[in-house]
């Protein structure tokens, strides 16, 4: 009687375990977060602003990490006249052109937030509203914040959670273009 006591204990146990294991194994969700490759090679006046703004983003954000020239996945580069612009390819995927001379006049590393920020899926929102990151240009040279609203940090790791509709998500991942996020300034005379 003892030993099929000691036997129920010992299975009891087992399952116990059994039970605690398969929780402590599998935390939800299970996404696998992106690793971001940067390249700055091509923009050398502006690798240390890459390097804030990836940090800005890796702390504002989840599911993604933007990283120094580990790959290829973002490539930076720095440009003469013709405005800042990103180019996405697919969603973590594209190029970034900072332009010398509207990082003479906005905010460079407002800039470099702002055109990663395309990369990781959110469009333009030219709302002049500095407080969003996406607004660009149109909260005026004055503004340099350069940090993501919670809204749109909380966009860009939904997207790579993957857990948006396919058509939430198809609106953010894909192939485009994004110019003319920083206005020119008018001449005087
Ligand atoms: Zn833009």
Redesign the pocket.
Known sequence: MNSRIGRFAVAALATATATLGVTVANPSPAAAAMTICYNTSQAPSYASIANQAASIWNDATTNLTLTANCGTNLRIYQITGGGS??QRTSLGNGRVYIDTQQAAQYSPLRIMT??I??ILGL??NYNGNCAIL?S?GSAGTSCTNPYPSTTEANRVSSLFAGTLSATERSSGTGSQV?????PALLTVG
């Open positions: 612009y990103a702002h055109e920020g395309h469009p333009d996406m660009g994004f110019r003319d996020s920083w």
